[in-house]
């Protein structure tokens, strides 16, 4: 089954400052890799999303990127700010009708 | 984007009994549902894929006599916890696809189930 490694479980940056999260997956079948952020007790909430025929995408402050030959992607967070605090879980899933495998999450503390 | 809805929020119990967990998709269709389990600052596990008018598929490791999953229409799902016990304490929640091949997960607001 699929395997997701994310890295780093926590980070801590000062505000303004850029956080980026690596995650790696196993299968090749995936092609769906969404990232979300859950707030304490909370929901995840997807903030971005990249599917396998993207190698960027970019919303605003937060930005993906896919490297699909060497099976990792990555988010990234610029200029941020004290509500960016939270934990990030970045998953990877074939695709429509499947599941998604979550990575083990990165705890984002952003200090003002 | 879609709704899930998932009641109750939060749930006490005695060890022994046991809780159903509803999940309901508010805007959509959901032929499959999929529940999560999650402990406190860790990842959420998948437990079982929930599939209307079908039985449910169960992840490695969970077992299905304990947590009975029913997906008897297309906008709900529900999760029954039987005799509790306190290592069954967790934060519980559904998921599901709202149609279209987007994967697209859309998340219930979870159960915190604490057993005493």
């Known amino acids: 089954g699929e395997n997701v490694e994310q890295h780093p479980s926590t980070l801590s940056v000062q505000e303004g400052d850029s956080a980026v999260i690596k995650c790696t997956y196993s299968?090749?079948?995936?092609?769906?890799f969404p990232w979300y952020k859950q707030e304490l007790g909370k929901r995840p909430q997807l903030i971005i999303d990249i599917r396998s025929n993207v190698g960027e995408k970019k919303d605003q402050r937060i930005a993906v990127t896919l490297n699909k030959t060497a099976k990792h992607f990555s988010l990234h967070i610029t200029e941020t700010q004290p509500e960016d605090s939270a934990v990030y879980f970045c998953a990877a899933s074939p695709g429509s009708g499947y599941a998604l495998n979550f990575g083990k999450g990165t705890s984002l503390l952003v200090t003002p | 984007g879609a709704v899930v809805s998932q009641h109750p929020s939060r749930v006490i119990c005695k060890s022994g009994t046991s809780v159903k967990i509803e999940c309901r998709s508010l805007?959509?269709?959901?032929?499959?549902m999929f529940w999560y389990r999650q402990f406190p600052k860790k990842s959420l596990m998948l437990m079982a894929t929930s599939n209307e008018g079908s039985k449910a598929t169960y992840e490695q490791g969970v077992e299905k006599d304990k947590f009975l999953i029913n997906h008897a229409s297309l906008t709900l799902s529900t999760l029954t916890v039987t005799s509790a016990h306190p290592e069954d304490s967790s934060f519980y929640i559904c998921s599901a696809m709202s149609g279209g091949n987007t994967g697209e997960l859309f998340f219930g607001e979870g159960s915190r189930l604490t057993v005493l």
């Open positions: 299968d090749s079948a995936s092609n769906y």
């Open positions: 805007d959509f269709q959901a032929t499959t």
